[in-house]
């Protein structure tokens, strides 16, 4: 079983940047896709970016080039940094993992990111 714990969420004016930073628990975690998903207010829960235990990426269109997605498997952890912020991008922001092998999937608790104009 893995827990995941985000940090990192806050208050930000429009233009700036966050990074969200998610601490994962057990060593089996290097095998998981870990991603961040964002959930606002009235809308469904939507990818924002996975990544692979090799490294490999996987963004939404609309995100490409303003968030940058990366892990560090030694530390257990994934980050999320965020440039360019705008208020529509204001949600609740979640990290995942999830196992191919048996489909193992586990959240965090989420972690509040506003976008102030």
């Known amino acids: 079983q893995v827990q995941l714990v985000e940090s990192g969420g806050g208050l930000v004016q429009a233009g700036g940047s966050l990074r969200l930073s998610c601490a994962a628990s057990?060593?089996?975690?290097?095998?998981?896709?870990a991603g961040w998903y964002r959930q606002a207010p009235g809308k469904q829960r939507e990818l924002v970016a996975t990544?692979?235990?090799?490294?490999?990426?996987n963004y939404a269109d609309s995100l490409k080039g303003r968030f940058t997605i990366s892990r560090d498997n030694a530390k257990n952890t994934v980050s999320l940094q965020m440039n360019s912020l705008k208020p529509e991008d204001t949600a609740v922001y979640y990290c995942n993992a999830f196992l191919v092998i048996n489909r193992a999937n586990y959240w965090g608790q989420g972690t509040q990111v506003t976008v102030s104009s």
């Open positions: 057990g060593s089996a975690f290097k095998f998981y896709v």
């Open positions: 990544i692979t235990s090799g490294g490999s990426t």
